[in-house]
């Protein structure tokens, strides 16, 4: 198995890859099952309708369409890029972008087939569903952050440090 020494800590990237892409893989399978399900029955919901989904909510449809493409976008850039190459903080937003568009994609797909009053019920229990990738994500945002300010820190520590002993240096009499 292969390591690497990535901001000095050492990460197996086997492992590592084989995780990302089970999660991936499992988020696949789910959108790829619910997702045509989802959309036969908003198809059978408004087969006798006389105005189509789209012109009865163009916005949903808007927002799902869009979080499908942008799923599909992010995945697609995880898909090409190995994530052991980009950096823990790109990789986790990479698959919380994933997890957010392909979820809220899900949840305006499955508010249709609801009514309108259980549209807004639908999204919360998905915004609550989120927050805990979020919360991950935020807490690497936030290791990142800290380590960048420990990293200057500890430069300008060390270049006051260095003036200072430069500065008091005794000199010697003539």
């Known amino acids: 198995m292969s390591t690497s020494n990535v901001n000095g800590q ?3 990237l086997q492992h590592q890859h084989h995780n990302n892409s089970t999660a991936s893989n499992s988020i696949l399978a789910l959108l790829t099952f619910i997702l045509p399900v989802l959309l036969v029955l908003i ?3 408004f087969k006798n309708e ?3 989904v789209f012109q009865t ?3 949903t449809i808007k927002v799902a369409v869009a979080n499908l493409l942008a799923f599909a976008l992010a995945f697609g850039i995880e898909f090409t890029f190995h994530p052991c190459y980009l950096s823990t903080t790109c990789a986790a937003l990479l698959r919380t972008t994933i997890l957010f568009c392909g979820f809220l994609s899900v949840a305006s797909l499955a508010s249709l087939l609801f009514p309108d009053a259980w549209g807004p019920l639908i999204y919360v229990i998905y915004a609550l569903l989120s927050l805990a990738n979020m919360h991950g994500l935020v807490r690497e945002w936030c290791r990142w952050v800290h380590q960048g300010i420990m990293e200057k820190l500890q430069t300008v520590c060390t270049g006051i440090q260095q003036w200072y002993v430069r500065r008091s240096a005794p000199l010697l009499p003539l």
């Open 50 to 52: 006389p105005t189509s």
């Open 43 to 45: 198809d059978f919901k």
């Open 10 to 12: 050492g990460i197996n």
């Open 57 to 59: 909510h163009p916005i």
